[in-house]
């Protein structure tokens, strides 16, 4: 495993790295030496010359149990248990009490499917560790359950390896990963908390509360424990986008928009935070600023589908419609299955009166989602502002076979008595208002003249008696 950071190498490691590269399998080195060239190839993704470094190391030591591991270990790394299993069979005739070798042995059988033979080394190797040992024990059985699709098996068996371990960040980190395929929020939440009450400055522990918390709709909380996050580690630079990415969806436009900004000036500028900026300032109304870093955000990475949408939407909030359309439509072409995209553009295309371009994008919106209520309703409020309700009754008509919403079914009753169907109208609404009463006012919305009928209203009177 990589025992030091990519980005901290040293003078005397870039002079090892480039010794070595010239004179290749005529070096001998020390132990040290051929560590640090393995960390360093392996830091790079460089597997095939760390393999190599690990075999010229295996080679001037023969009898060291730690070459084999450096080795076994990248092979199970990419994926190669066979080969793994081989080498930790030889490793193990000059090493055969070897406690990581062992270890090693039972992850190569366990990539391999051999799930027995793996968590039977795993017992007998649980006879001799320590603490720490345990819980990366508990962490191999973990994969083992994860390999088998045994999703309860692998989160108490997770469980157990933090709670024994607080420190375990490969257990955390997967444990994060399986609390969403097994919906264990409410249990991750209680355990990062825990880590936390030991060590407040765990940044980690903090962050993936913070998603936990973000899944149970403890949005506030939420909040708090990304802000500890980034505030424990001022370089955790996706706990800064993660607060920023809840702030946005919950509505707190400005305080996104000082987060993703802070994120920019500690890590860079970069195409998807200028989105995100870009995305916060048109919420906040200022639609030139927002426009212009939208714009840089497309220059940086030209094929941003997003970026030229919202460029769009910026043109839009302006009535600045044809330019609204010509982003719109070239979003399209960049992503054509994007329904938002088509919606947007049909409503721009309503706005400038090119209605055969509205109702053709409306259709071509419904095509791709038809189940979305809101694809349904925009292409009836757009027949019935053209005058047209007998069709709009039609899309009305389908839409209750396909979707189930409120308003759907007030834009029927509404579209029936635009239609001098007038008794269907009052059955039809009789029935939505008995069970869609709080809903009502769409009624209005798509009929505004029912509001002074007598036989509305008289419905409205019986049904509003019943729900008090």
Not at 118 to 137: P, V
Not at 190 to 203: K, R
Request: net charge negative; charged share 30%.
């Amino acid at each position: 495993m990589d025992r030091r950071g990519k980005d901290n190498w040293d003078t005397r490691i870039m002079e090892l790295v480039s010794s070595f590269e010239t004179s290749g399998e005529t070096s001998f080195l020390d132990p040290e030496s051929y560590n640090d060239l393995i960390d360093f190839y392996e830091s790079e993704e460089q597997f095939e010359k760390a393999l190599h470094v690990a075999e010229l190391a295996i080679g001037h030591y023969r009898f060291s149990a730690e070459f084999y591991g450096r080795q076994a270990q990248i092979l199970l790394r990419t994926n190669r248990a066979r080969e793994a299993k081989q080498l930790l069979q030889e490793g193990l005739t000059f090493n055969p009490a070897d406690f990581e070798l062992r270890h090693l042995l039972s992850q190569a059988y366990i990539q391999q499917g051999d799930m027995e033979r793996g968590l039977h080394i795993l017992d007998d190797l649980k006879l001799e560790a320590d603490r720490e040992s345990m819980s990366d024990l508990l962490l191999t059985q973990a994969l083992a359950y994860e390999k088998s699709s045994e999703y309860e098996d692998l989160f108490y068996t997770l469980q157990e390896a933090i709670r024994i371990d607080h420190s375990n960040e490969r257990a955390l980190e997967r444990l994060f990963l399986c609390m969403g395929v097994c919906r264990k929020f409410e249990e991750a939440s209680i355990l990062y908390q825990e880590i936390i009450d030991e060590n407040p400055y765990n940044s980690l522990a903090w962050f993936y509360l913070g998603h936990s918390l973000a899944h149970l709709r403890r949005e506030e909380e939420a909040l708090d424990a990304y802000e500890y996050a980034f505030l424990s580690n001022p370089d955790f630079e996706e706990a800064y986008l993660e607060f920023a990415e809840l702030n946005y969806d919950s509505g707190h436009f400005q305080e996104a928009l000082e987060a993703y900004q802070e994120a920019m000036e500690r890590f860079g500028r970069d195409s998807d935070v200028l989105l995100r900026i870009g995305s916060c300032l048109h919420r906040l109304g200022h639609h030139e600023t927002a426009r212009h870093r939208l714009e840089e955000a497309a220059r940086i990475e030209p094929h941003n589908d997003e970026a030229i949408f919202r460029i769009g939407e910026c043109y839009a909030a302006q009535e600045k419609w044809s330019l609204a359309i010509a982003f719109f439509q070239k979003a399209i072409r960049m992503r054509a299955d994007d329904e938002s995209y088509h919606r947007a553009l049909a409503e721009a295309a309503f706005a400038k009166e090119d209605f055969d371009l509205a109702e053709q994008t409306y259709h071509a919106a419904l095509d791709l989602a038809p189940d979305n209520s809101d694809s349904w309703l925009d292409l009836a409020w757009f027949l019935v502002e053209m005058l047209r309700p007998e069709d709009a009754l039609v899309v009305l008509s389908e839409a209750r076979d396909l979707v189930e919403h409120p308003e759907v079914d007030y834009a029927y009753a509404a579209c029936l008595f635009a239609t001098g169907r007038r008794q269907e109208g009052l059955a039809r609404l009789s029935d939505t208002l008995e069970y869609h009463f709080d809903a009502f006012a769409h009624l209005f919305e798509w009929h505004p003249l029912l509001r002074g009928d007598a036989d509305v209203n008289a419905l409205l009177h019986i049904y509003r008696k019943e729900v008090l």
